[in-house]
């Protein structure tokens, strides 16, 4: 059985086609709602007022690699975690960390706080 001219060349670049975008994430930079940095404010205020500021930052910058995989966690704990923390809070949560720049721009927050608090309590 002889296959037509080009037959391979054609069907190796419908599948390229349909698979090019199966592993694309959202590019970085892409501006968050209003909702979104509000929610990474209180996060980082919340941090910078328990002093936490510096093992915050240094824990999110280790696990930067594995966002998603938190964000993933997050969606399957959700009906455990509803008891304490709001629903709302949770699923917007998971939903920024499946953002790869979410976590370095909570560590720009809280980093930003941190001198803030700092400059303001020095004599």
């Not at 205020?45 to 824990?59: D, G, L, S, T």
């Amino acid at each position: 059985m002889a296959f037509p001219k080009g037959f391979l060349a054609q069907r190796l670049s419908g599948l390229k086609a349909r698979v090019q975008h199966a592993f694309a994430v959202e590019p970085a930079g892409q501006p968050l709602s209003a909702e979104d940095i509000a929610l990474l404010e209180r996060v980082a205020a919340a941090v910078v007022e328990r002093e936490m500021a510096v093992p915050a930052v240094m824990f999110l910058e280790s696990v930067g690699p594995m966002n998603f995989l938190g964000s993933q966690a997050l969606h399957f704990f959700t009906p455990i975690l509803e008891v304490v923390f709001p629903q709302r809070d949770i699923e917007r949560v998971a939903l920024l960390l499946e953002r790869r720049d979410t976590l370095s721009r909570l560590a720009i927050l809280i980093e930003r706080r941190a001198e803030t608090r700092r400059a303001a309590t020095r004599p």
